[in-house]
């Protein structure tokens, strides 16, 4: 079918084409004017209805060349790019992270977490009870409840089973001091095993935590276990300091209050032989 075939016909009524052929009865120049421009109107209706079609036929074939373009070049290139990405993907799972290993690995993990955790967590948390009296069975359970909340009420116990100072006037001075003293430094390690133990659940719940993401983990995730597990290891090594350091507080109080016993016979001595020199000099 040809184009001229498509085009569409417009009707106008007899009338109007007759109007439109006749020259205008009265010759004046405004009725010329205005019979011109009512031809001049007719001519250009016609010609947009003429015009429509040829637009939309140029419109279609933009759209046919863009479809052509996307399916011809960029078609290609995306296959390409597909093509690529499978065999990257295929390099991973067979050489730079093999799915078998992964598996083996990830097995690995599950049967040691099924086979030791158990038992390991029994061991951490076994409770040794040896006190038969009432009191010191209190002060045993608060030393093992593991919960630093416990302080104040092992502070209480520590003083109603170990006795607390002597009043004024009844022990000497430096006694008292000494008593003092090392009754402080023993509530003081107490309550830092007390805390200690605290983190060391803390610390356990950490490495359970860790294990479970190592028998789920994704390739790739390796260096965020890894500074996971580091910072877990800073805080082991925390505590660890913190024990000693309690340690080394308790050493040198034992060294100081041995000291002070030898200062204290030093002086007893010293007075003895005042007397001893008194008596022999006075007759």
Known sequence: MNQEDTKPVIDLPRD?????????????????????????????VVEACFAAPRLA???????????????SDMGSSLKAI??????????????????AALNQVRGFVSNS??????????????????????????????????LSTQIPSLQTSFTTNYGAVPQVKTASPQDRVMMDM??????????TTLIADQAQDVTLQAANQMENQVATSTPGSNPYLTAEAQVANLRCQAYM?????????????????????????????????????????GH
């Open 82 to 99: 597909n093509q690529i990405k499978q065999q990257v993907q295929q390099l991973y799972q067979t050489t730079v992270w093999p799915l």
């Open 57 to 71: 036929h140029g419109q279609f074939s933009i759209f046919n060349s863009i479809f052509s373009s996307i399916q």
């Open 241 to 281: 300091q913190k024990m000693l350091a309690a340690e080394l507080r308790q050493e040198a109080g034992r060294i100081a209050h041995d000291n002070a016993l030898v200062k204290s016979r030093t002086t007893a001595s010293g007075g003895v032989n005042s007397l001893v020199t008194g008596a022999l000099t």
């Open 16 to 44: 109007d084409l007759s109007r439109l052929a006749e020259t205008p009865a009265d010759p004046s120049p405004s009725a010329q004017s205005r019979w011109k421009k009512r031809l001049m109107v007719s001519v250009l």
């Open 182 to 191: 090392d009754d402080a430094l023993s509530q003081q390690n107490l309550k």
């Open 113 to 146: 977490i099924n086979t030791y955790r158990n038992s390991m967590n029994q061991i951490f948390t076994t409770k040794f009870s040896s006190a038969v009296l009432p009191g010191p069975q209190q002060f045993e359970t608060l030393l093992h409840s593991r």
